[in-house]
């Protein structure tokens, strides 16, 4: 048995398919089909107490594609260190770098055993394009930088990722001391895209609340403000931190998304 196969079996035996897991939850939210009984059982609930919850997992997709194609379009990074990447679906990071700059590199990080079952998915990527894979918590940026400097060049810019991921963090693992370290090795020019859910929605805080009482890993809501303060001694790009659907919109969308903000947004550049 190869290597990458005895990991993706090793992977599998670490699945709890007895308790809902945040990223399996996520992808039955965005309609895909690596969930199971109690994932979907928790993600209906979801949608009972929140109907819009879909419509914020799918505005979460729309702005990584938004983030990434103005990164390489714009601001001409090369390199991506993607925390908390999920299930891979349709438009993946290194998709849409690679498909506007094809010698993109791509460092995916998550600790999903589910998630790492499917890595070699994440991982196709044709020349001169790289993508590669860890399993590492968040909670650890030194693991995730010394694996991922051996596919990233740490003196060229890397836009690190954080979607949704910072939420799964609580207040006593200290998230923007975390973001401080992994954003302190990479050079001047490097980019933070960060997004999470906010405590102003009473029905997403009900839904919140209602999934973490039997989550793997619970998710923390914070204020617009604090989530904010995470870019702090960064160069916000504009328009700033704004709830999701608001950043650069695509000025043909077809639909309005809800007026009540459950997300917010933002990248910024370090100096």
């Known amino acids: 048995m190869s290597d990458e196969s005895s990991a993706a079996q090793a992977a ?8 809902p897991h945040s990223a399996r939850v996520w992808d039955f939210l965005l309609g895909g089909k690596d ?3 109690v994932d979907r059982e928790v993600g209906e609930t979801l949608l009972k107490l929140f109907p819009d919850f879909a419509m914020v997992a799918r505005l979460q997709r729309e702005f990584l594609m938004r983030a990434v194609r103005y990164l390489v379009s714009e601001a001409g990074v090369r390199q991506f260190l993607d925390i908390g990447t999920g299930l891979p679906t349709a438009n993946n990071t290194h998709e849409v770098a690679q498909s506007i700059a094809p010698e993109t590199r791509v460092v995916y990080v998550d600790n999903d055993p589910i998630v790492l079952a499917h890595a070699r998915a994440l991982l196709t990527s044709a020349e001169p394009g790289v993508t590669d894979y860890i399993d590492a918590d968040v909670r650890h940026p030194d693991v995730i930088l010394n694996g991922a400097a051996k596919t990233l060049d740490f003196t060229r810019p890397v836009a690190v990722m954080m979607l949704s991921i910072a939420g ?10 975390i ?13 933070l ?16 609340t209602n999934y973490n009482r039997t989550a793997a890993n619970t998710y923390q ?6 989530i904010a303060a995470f870019f702090a001694g960064l160069d916000l790009v504009e328009p700033g931190v704004v709830p999701t659907p608001q950043w650069r919109p695509e000025p043909d969308r077809w639909d309005e998304p809800t007026a009540v903000v459950s997300a917010v947004c933002g990248i910024a550049r370090k100096p």
């Open 221 to 226: 809501l914070r204020s617009p403000a604090q």
């Open 12 to 19: 599998w035996e670490r699945v709890d398919t007895t308790i």
């Open 193 to 208: 895209a960060l997004s999470d859910g906010t405590d102003t929605n009473p029905a997403l805080v009900r839904a919140v």
């Open 35 to 37: 969930h199971y009984a």
């Open 179 to 191: 973001i401080g370290q992994l954003l302190e090795r990479l050079p001047s020019g490097s980019y």
């Open 168 to 177: 799964q963090l609580t207040d006593d693992d200290n998230p923007a001391a």
